[in-house]
């Protein structure tokens, strides 16, 4: 079975300052990753996500993450917050064999301070 | 282009009301799923398709039904409301690539159960 784990459910951060949210993952089968962001009473939005290839993977809104295989981890960054970036982020996995079900961490609340 | 369209977007029901929420997809997409958002849990997935006629249950499907006689719809039933069904209720689609390499989600329906 798989499993993700957002190792922080809020992260408080002064604006313009850098960001990493964490995301580490179980599974027996190879995955692909995901990041997604919801806004305030909004639905979810990709972000970016990890398929095959270059393991830092680049998404909207000057956010990048790095695939770890070894560390089974896809951690979330950002050099430099916005005010605008405040939101909940979710980090999920899909097996890539064939299975529809995507699992889902519980989420991290990115606070972001003036 | 309009997506995943959810209706309604705010529900009160009282306890033992039955009730459809809506949702359809223009993007021809095959796999389409129901989730449930519960503070502090991320998102579990109560009913999921993979394209007209063939539905299944996710992990939390129990007071819920589902079907998709179409490949634009698949609505989702609460049978007899109960206050633990109180939640924010997303649908998804995924297009057709035999497991998730994306998913577009809906607005979101926020249902409380009284």
């Known amino acids: 079975a798989q499993s993700v784990t957002q190792l922080d459910s809020q992260v408080p951060v002064f604006e313009e300052a850098p960001v990493e949210l964490r995301c580490n993952y179980s599974?027996?089968?190879?995955?692909?990753l995901f990041w997604y962001v919801q806004y305030p009473n909004q639905g979810l939005q990709l972000l970016l996500k990890?398929?095959?290839?270059s393991t830092l993977v680049k998404g909207i809104n000057g956010f990048e993450a790095e695939f770890n295989k070894s560390q089974t981890s896809f951690h979330l960054r950002k050099p430099s917050v916005h005010i605008s970036d405040t939101a909940e982020y979710f980090c999920?996995?899909?097996?890539?064999?064939?299975?529809?079900?995507?699992?889902w961490g519980a989420g991290t609340k990115l606070i972001i301070k003036p | 282009n309009a997506g995943v369209t959810q209706t309604p977007k705010f529900q009160v029901l009282k306890t033992g009301q039955s009730m459809t929420l809506q949702c359809a997809q223009d993007?021809?997409?095959?796999?389409m799923s129901w989730y449930r958002q519960d503070p502090g849990m991320g998102l579990r997935l109560i009913h999921y398709?993979?394209?007209?006629?063939?539905?299944d249950q996710g992990e939390v499907p129990n007071g819920y039904n589902v079907s998709r006689s179409t490949t634009e719809d698949f609505p989702l039933r609460l049978l007899s409301a109960a206050p633990s069904q109180t939640s924010v209720y997303f649908c998804?689609?995924?297009?057709?690539?035999?497991?998730?390499?994306?998913?577009?989600f809906g607005q979101g329906t926020r249902l409380t159960v009284v």
């Open positions: 999920a996995v899909n097996r890539m064999d064939s299975n529809y079900q995507l699992i």
């Open positions: 599974s027996s089968v190879s995955v692909y």
């Open positions: 993007m021809n997409h095959e796999y």
């Open positions: 998804a689609s995924s297009p057709p690539t035999g497991t998730i390499t994306e998913a577009f």
């Open positions: 398709s993979v394209g007209a006629g063939i539905t």
């Open positions: 990890y398929l095959s290839g």
